[in-house]
């Protein structure tokens, strides 16, 4: 049975909280519905809640959300792995003067996301001022009851938010600015030609299910029967993404695909927090040769390293998940060197 989590007023659910013990411990009743951060099921298990928002940006504007130049605003946590999926594309796809974006803090309070200019890269909401990102769904929705979550896109023009779906700003990212690129090798740049598509689609699937949630899955659990079943379901993924990447440099052949960019923002993450904070603590991504590898090829690929911000990943999880690191201690590793060749440059095609 899924216990559904709505704001105070039921105050006998059980729930993942962010910074608190949970209202079913009986404890701060006056608990914002944004430190929720999902459903948990009946056997303790973590749930993710979809997105809400999901409008599409089109090349042509036939969604009423046409691709132009200073219309979108791109709000990010560069802790989030999510969020840090749609800075790689749009630097990839030399966008970035079409899509700005802002950092929010990486501690993330009762009140859910804030923005700050006291902490490096982070800076005040340039569109309203705002203190919370809460109060930007709800000037899309005042009546919005879902989570509120980074990544997030903007729409000045219709003031609204267009989606908060990571996995679909990235294919309008990579398909709907063409106009926009600045190189025509980024204009180029497919990430997710139509020869590939199914074969990307369905590696997604379980790589999302298993992995990209599955690590999540793990570190919220709320039973040891439920953490067993993800973190078992984790490592069996792992191993098979292991054996894709001793005969192919990329997850769908020779080619760089959104597969590659929605995996790695997990992987890059896996050794830093997820090991330790989240109990992923089987095996360490450096232990598998394949994955380490190729962690290191992406992360080598030009424009993706400035992407990645291990200050706002190891403070965001140790810090702000009090329910799990109580006193909120940031750990002092691993020491890893992203830098490595990795030769997988050299590995025959497929
Ligand atoms: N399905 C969303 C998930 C985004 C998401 O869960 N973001 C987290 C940060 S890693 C968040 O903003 N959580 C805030 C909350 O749940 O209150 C996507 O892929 O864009």
Redesign the pocket.
């Known amino acids: 049975m899924l216990i559904r989590l709505k704001p105070v007023r039921q105050v006998r659910q059980i729930c993942v909280l962010?910074n608190q013990p949970g209202i079913s411990q009986g404890r701060n009743p006056h608990l914002k519905m944004?430190?929720v951060?999902?459903d948990i099921g009946a056997k303790g298990e973590f749930l993710?809640k979809?997105?809400v928002f999901r409008n599409w940006i089109t090349a042509d504007g036939s969604s009423g959300f046409k691709a132009e130049r200073d219309r979108y605003h791109l709000y990010v946590?560069l802790?989030?792995?999510?969020?840090h999926r749609t800075l790689i594309v749009r630097k990839l796809k030399g966008i970035e003067d079409v899509i700005p974006y802002t950092v929010v803090d990486w501690l993330?309070g009762e009140n859910?996301?804030n923005f700050t200019d006291k902490k490096a890269k982070c800076s005040p909401d340039p569109l309203f001022n705002a203190q919370y990102v809460r109060e930007l769904y709800f000037k899309a929705n005042p009546d919005y009851e879902g989570?509120?979550?980074?990544?997030m896109l903007w729409d000045k023009k219709n003031n609204t938010i267009v989606t908060?779906?990571?996995?679909e700003i990235i294919q309008m990212f990579n398909s709907e600015f063409n106009d926009f690129c600045a190189t025509v090798e980024q204009k180029e740049l497919d990430l997710y030609p139509e020869h590939l598509k199914a074969q990307v689609d369905a590696v997604n699937e379980w790589i999302y299910n298993d992995i990209n949630n599955g690590v999540y899955k793990s570190g919220f659990a709320r039973s040891q029967e439920a953490y067993d079943k993800a973190v078992t379901q984790l490592f069996a993924s792992l191993d098979r993404v292991e054996d894709i990447l001793s005969k192919t440099r990329y997850l769908a052949g020779d080619q760089l695909t959104l597969a590659d960019i929605r995996l790695f923002t997990t992987l890059i993450r896996f050794d830093l927090v997820y090991v330790g904070h989240f109990k992923c603590n089987k095996k360490r991504i450096m232990d598998y040769p394949n994955l380490w590898a190729y962690t290191r090829d992406i992360y080598q690929t030009p424009g993706v390293a400035e992407t990645v911000d291990r200050e706002h990943i190891a403070k965001h999880y140790q810090a702000s998940h009090t329910s799990i690191n109580p006193f909120a201690i940031v750990a002092i590793g691993p020491d890893l060197d992203f830098n490595l060749p990795h030769n997988r440059d050299k590995m025959a095609k497929a």
């Open positions: 962010l944004s430190t951060i999902s993710r979809d997105a946590s802790a989030c792995p999510w969020a993330m859910g996301w989570r509120f979550t980074v990544p908060n779906e990571s996995s």
